[in-house]
């Protein structure tokens, strides 16, 4: 098959890091023979910077192209600005395509963004191409998240148009697909024809960190005496880094700096970090990460935090295989699927969102426990190899859009 891949938030491989989702979608699809365009932007999300400045094609193998479409910049979340960059770029993307002679056997579209997906779905439906929307967030519902901010004047003028558009948009796509059973329901919403669509699991290359893993540990010392507890990722607002800081003051009365907490990342909320390592010394701020040095925390870590504002939307994210594949247990607030996951195969603690004594408790709890801790990551590797393997996961959804491309429907996983 030649298979087109779209996605303008994930990291791509000229961006060091390593394998996301769609990465691990396009090398799990030229390992099967198939031939994989993957369209990106010029302008890369989580750092706020240009790759290029203008729409650059780069061969990363012989059947593997990326293509780094224009993009506008933007430097908040959430803007008029970032919307309008979607719009323009969706623009551009469909310019961009219409020159290419050779159209794909399927296309696999991150959703959101809604602009983005309404422009490739109408153009594919023009073109009897099957379109797969790989359903990331449940926009526009994330947006009730942000009443307080521009869309707080009169959010039923913004997210009732936006829901007509995205019953549109689901009514052009052939199928869908998903990171989580909840949205694949959600998607299903907007759209009967899409109620037995299945849903993958955000996955993780397990050979490649294995690999990573025994390299680290040849030049880094990792002391049976630390504990260690890292957050890394975004610090955007709907990251509940506050019940962290307030879990790491709580504990630094009790323990010291016998608990050590690692923050990487960057965001709005590096104002906070900061105030508070200037007053306390069990914390550590690193900022954001190369992909080398993420992976040397990691392997020093104890336990990875994933926490979560209440009312959050996200269901299984990045961070869940992220940290079980360098056997870190996860102390989570994130309600439902993941949680979930977590609880059933006994690799990590559940503290309700914002609850900084009970995620205080929980670490405490592990800190003393060795036995608990020794059981927590044990469990860690067997649900990785058996639910968040990219060999694994990534080859079903090659699999599905071979079936979505002969007008047939995979069964639900």
């Not at 379109?131 to 913004?158: C, M, Q, Y």
């Not at 019953?167 to 199928?175: E, G, H, L, N, V």
């Not at 690999?211 to 990792?222: A, F, H, L, R, Y």
Request: net charge positive; proline share 4%; with cysteine.
């Amino acid at each position: 098959m030649n298979i087109w891949l779209i996605s303008i938030f994930e990291p791509t491989p000229l961006d060091n890091t390593y394998s996301w989702r769609f990465m691990g979608i396009a090398e799990a699809a030229v390992k099967e023979g198939h031939t994989v365009t993957f369209f990106a932007s010029t302008f890369r999300h989580t750092s706020k910077k240009q790759r290029y400045l203008e729409t650059t094609r780069v061969k990363i193998a012989d059947q593997y192209d990326m293509v780094y479409v224009k993009s506008m910049s933007y430097t908040k979340n959430v803007s008029f600005k970032r919307l309008y960059s979607h719009y323009a770029y969706s623009k551009t993307l469909i310019s961009e395509i219409e020159k290419i002679e050779t159209k794909p056997d399927v296309i696999l579209l991150a959703y959101p963004p809604i602009s983005i997906a309404k422009e490739i779905t109408k153009w594919a439906k023009k073109h009897a191409i099957p379109t797969v929307l790989d359903i990331i967030d449940p926009w526009p519902e994330i947006l009730n998240k942000h009443r307080k901010g521009i869309f707080g004047i009169a959010p039923s003028f913004v997210i009732a148009p936006l829901k007509k558009k995205i019953k549109r948009i689901f009514s052009d796509a052939t199928a869908i697909s998903a990171i989580s059973k909840k949205y694949i329901v959600w998607g299903a919403g907007y759209s009967n024809k899409h109620k037995n669509c299945p849903f993958f699991y955000p996955a993780v290359d397990l050979s490649a960190i294995q690999k990573d893993i025994d390299i680290i540990s040849k030049t880094e010392v990792k002391s049976p005496e630390e504990f260690r507890v890292i957050y890394a990722g975004s610090l955007a607002v709907s990251y509940d880094i506050n019940t962290i800081l307030k879990a790491a003051e709580i504990l630094l009365a009790k323990f010291g700096d016998k608990i050590k907490f690692i923050i990487a990342g960057k965001g709005i909320q590096d104002v906070a970090v900061k105030k508070y390592i200037a007053k306390f010394s069990n914390l550590q701020y690193l900022g954001w990460l190369t992909k080398e040095e993420l992976l040397k925390e990691y392997y020093k870590a104890t336990l990875g935090l994933a926490q979560y504002t209440i009312g959050s939307t996200q269901t299984v994210t990045y961070k869940l295989f992220d940290l079980l594949s360098f056997n870190l247990p996860i102390l989570n607030s994130l309600v439902g699927e993941m949680n979930d996951i977590i609880l059933e195969h006994k690799v990590g603690l559940f503290n309700d969102p914002g609850d900084s004594h009970q995620l205080a408790e929980n670490i405490e709890l592990i800190y003393k426990d060795k036995l608990l801790l020794e059981m927590l990551q044990k469990n860690c590797s067997t649900v990785t190899s058996k639910l968040g393997d990219s060999k694994v996961v990534y080859k079903r959804m090659i699999d599905y859009l071979t079936t979505v491309t002969k007008n047939t429907f995979a069964k639900p996983l």
